[in-house]
């Protein structure tokens, strides 16, 4: 089998995905064996999930501003902003307690699911005050990689 982005080299490996034949230069270019174009689908997926993401926390830390302001009856700056904060992290918060959550509570009667949604909104509020800046970093870091992954891409 020959490379398939250097059709005058024997292939060493294959691509995880595509399963096309890669030669060593190409098989040593990313973290794992995958061919540009598999590799460039897979960034353009992770765009889109960066990209909804940063809308989910503008949306949420919106929300919580707009909160924080009508039920004021002034406009303060000061305290929209941490309440947008507060709010910004509720995805944050749900989404780790998602990880974290047994499949036990798949058999709870109605009133089980709404003190078990109670809760778990409560919990998200709080944990997604931690979880958000750490959730910002990486999503930072990871436009970064593939700003890099589409520009080597785009070279190559």
Partial sequence: MKCANHPESDAVGTCVDCG?????????????PICDSCNSVRAD?????????IA????????????????AGSFQLVGGIVIGYLFA??????SFLNK????????????GWVI???????????IGFIALPIKLFQIYRDSQRLKGVSQSVNIG
């Fill in 56 to 71: 989910l926390t503008v949306l949420f830390f919106a929300i919580g501003f707009y909160f924080a302001n009508s039920s």
């Fill in 89 to 94: 992290g509720i995805p944050w918060g749900w």
């Fill in 45 to 53: 997926g992770e765009k889109k999930e960066l990209t909804k993401n």
């Fill in 100 to 111: 974290i959550t047994p499949s036990i509570f798949l058999f709870l009667p109605l009133i």
């Fill in 116 to 126: 078990y949604f109670f809760i778990k909104g409560i919990l998200s509020f709080f």
């Fill in 20 to 32: 096309k034949g890669l030669c060593s230069e190409c098989l040593n270019q990313y973290e794992f």
